[in-house]
């Protein structure tokens, strides 16, 4: 049983890691904690996983709210909508300056 846990670990890690989250200092030092990673963007935030070896999956914590996961798509889906409303956001952003931009020019 022991593996695999260790193996669903081991797969949250590898994810976490691939999709730009970094490892907190001193996760391998206690192996049985709890591993946490953390990833910042400058429009959302702090953006932090903890993998629950208790729960067998990773909360994230954004913008205030946890979030639990135990499956790799729902997690997937839900980066992948931070990530969006990001670029949504910067789409308004450069609408609103090129905009302001073409108000300011003499036609």
């Not at 729902?74 to 969006?84: A, G, I, V, Y």
């Amino acid at each position: 049983m022991k593996k695999v846990v260790c193996g669903k670990v081991s797969m949250y890690r590898s994810y976490l890691l691939k999709n730009n989250f970094w490892a907190k200092k001193g996760n391998e030092k206690y192996p049985e904690a709890e591993k946490v990673f953390i990833k910042h963007d400058s429009e959302v935030g702090g953006i932090y996983a903890i993998i629950q070896n208790d729960k067998k999956g990773v909360k994230i914590m954004v913008d205030g709210r946890d979030y639990f996961f135990n499956n790799f798509d729902k997690l997937d889906s839900f980066l992948t909508r931070l990530q969006q409303k990001k670029d949504d956001f910067m789409k308004i952003l450069r609408r609103k300056n090129i905009s302001q931009r073409l108000r300011m020019l003499d036609i």
